[in-house]
């Protein structure tokens, strides 16, 4: 059976990476039912697909990326306005899963393929409610070390010795989740003296230790700096795009509001988009830049 996939990749290579995309597509589907429902704390199975107004949504209505476009955006039932965030996390969880599938070998791209979709569900969650929930940090703390030890590869280990690699993939994730909530709760502590005000919530020391659980601590460590750097050129394009397109500016005094004056930054988006760039595109490139300082330190 595995050869004779082995074999339709190798003959059809599009076709595994067409087959993730769709994948990615149905689950980014589902996941902007979990964005929606679990801090409503409502059920993410039943009911299926409703309307806002109350009428259930046709199953041709709700494909992934396409409907919102042939329906423009609105409600067939009542007309009312769907937001273009639903496919546009269809879309990205769609590009995320197909990054992951080539960037790396399989067995390593099928990890990624459970760390995406909880850090995905984790960042929208933050921005909507500046909070993580619990099942997201830890699922991905717990699934990162249990991977770890069956697909050393994750961090890069190669080892003939099955119960060697296995231990070594538990070490480096551990390493990962200590470095990572460790890092953050010191700075948080440190910013908290100095500013004499809260300055982050345990929900990110959690969620960073999850990222380092998949990541490593070096992919931890530049989920907190290259977020932060992320984070600040992301909020300049947005507040750029807020002051040309008019549909796109908060109502004053709005939740939204407050947040874009600065009172308030979710931060769990920007720790995400590291993690996601460091995994899917600059993995090498940081773990060279790291070997390189501990040489020059020696
Ligand atoms: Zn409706």
Redesign the pocket.
Known sequence: MLSELNALDQEFPAFFSAAIFILGALIGSFLNVCIYRIPAKKSIAFPGST?????PIKWFDNIPILSWFILRGK??????PYSIRYPFVELLTACLFLAAWLQHPHAKAACLLVFIPLMISAAFIDFDHMEIPDRFSYGAALSGVVLSVFVPSLHGIVEPNSLVAGTKGLFESLIGIMIGSGLILWIALAAETILRKEAMGFGDVKLLGGIGAFAGWEGAVFALFGGAVIGTLGFILWLIAKATVPSLRAKKGSDEDDRIVGKQMPFGPMLVAGALVYLLLLEKEVDQYFELIQRLAQ
Request: aromatic share 0%; hydrophobic share 35%.
């Open positions: 309307c806002a107004c109350g009428a409600a067939r039932c009542c007309n009312a």
